[in-house]
């Protein structure tokens, strides 16, 4: 199993969590998306949306995050990454969505690419942009975390979840982006649980091998 990702890349982040949680085998093969790597032709091959992640399972190639995390989750079931009711997994899922569909689309590298670009921004004001849809879907999750977290050490209920999944590749967004966090002190409980997980500490970008500077 191979997974093409970047280090810095939340989604990649999201299934390296994944990956190492589970305890699968893989390979990782990176794209280097300030090079411009994942829009040449052999890339576009693999994905022709051009984005990471990607996952060749030796038999099949996925890409998009929650597809491969849904793959992964019936697949390889233990230990659930969803909760066995209906109604826990649609809460999950929307607690999901909330961060991979109304913060992650506004500040993906090819979004403020081409917002600095098109509008002549410097760094100060793309950051402020980051901030504001950040903190926009982080109020809702936030709510949402109060509410469904048991102890404030996983999103909903008293085990991980998806939710944790893709909240905490978000915070690593977040802080990189200098967003002020003390307004979401259900998140912050969570993320510094979640740091101490070997799945969450393997899959960090610091530590992978395209990461400027990684660990030996």
Same mark, same amino acid.
């Not at 576009?44 to 099949?60: H, Q, R, S």
């Not at 901030?131 to 109020?139: A, L, M, P, S």
């Given at each position: 199993?191979?997974?093409?990702?970047?280090?810095?890349?939340?989604? @990649?982040?999201?299934? +390296?969590?994944?990956?190492?949680?589970?305890?699968? &085998?893989?390979?990782?093969?990176?794209?280097?998306?300030? =090079?411009?790597? /994942?829009?040449?032709?052999?890339?576009? !091959?693999?994905?022709?949306?051009?984005?990471?992640?990607?996952? &060749?399972?030796?038999?099949?190639?996925?890409? /998009?995050? #929650?597809?491969?995390?849904?793959?992964?989750?019936?697949?390889?079931? *233990?230990?659930?990454?969803?909760?066995?009711?209906?109604?826990? +997994? !649609?809460?999950?899922?929307?607690?999901?969505?909330?961060?991979?569909?109304?913060?992650?689309?506004?500040?993906?590298?090819?979004?403020? =690419?081409?917002? =600095?670009?098109?509008?002549?921004?410097? &760094?100060?004001?793309?950051?402020?942009?980051? +901030?504001?849809?950040?903190?926009?879907?982080? %109020?809702?999750? *936030?709510?949402?975390?109060? *509410?469904? @977290?048991?102890?404030?050490?996983? @999103?909903?209920?008293?085990?991980?979840?998806?939710?944790?999944?893709?909240?905490? #590749? /978000?915070?690593?967004?977040?802080?990189?982006?200098?967003?002020?966090?003390?307004?979401?002190?259900?998140?912050?409980?969570?993320? =510094?649980?979640?740091? %101490?997980?070997?799945?969450?500490? !393997?899959?960090?970008?610091?530590?992978?091998? &395209?990461?400027?500077?990684?660990?030996?």
């Amino acid at each position: 199993m191979k997974l093409y990702g970047y280090y810095r890349s939340s989604a @990649s982040y999201r299934i +390296r969590i994944i990956l190492h949680t589970k305890g699968i &085998d893989w390979d990782y093969r990176t794209v280097q998306l300030t =090079k411009g790597e /994942q829009s040449s032709e052999a890339f576009k !091959a693999i994905n022709p949306m051009g984005l990471v992640p990607v996952l &060749d399972t030796d038999e099949a190639v996925l890409a /998009q995050s #929650p597809a491969i995390a849904e793959f992964l989750e019936e697949q390889h079931p *233990e230990p659930a990454l969803l909760p066995p009711d209906p109604l826990g +997994r !649609a809460r999950v899922r929307e607690m999901m969505h909330t961060v991979g569909c109304e913060i992650h689309p506004l500040q993906n590298f090819s979004v403020l =690419k081409h917002i =600095k670009t098109t509008y002549s921004l410097d &760094d100060d004001a793309v950051f402020d942009w980051c +901030r504001k849809w950040i903190d926009r879907g982080f %109020t809702a999750f *936030e709510t949402l975390a109060s *509410e469904r @977290s048991a102890d404030g050490q996983f @999103s909903f209920g008293d085990r991980l979840t998806l939710a944790d999944v893709w909240l905490i #590749p /978000q915070l690593y967004n977040a802080r990189r982006f200098e967003l002020d966090l003390t307004p979401y002190p259900t998140i912050v409980s969570i993320d =510094k649980h979640c740091q %101490t997980l070997d799945g969450f500490a !393997a899959a960090h970008p610091s530590r992978q091998p &395209d990461a400027p500077n990684p660990p030996a």
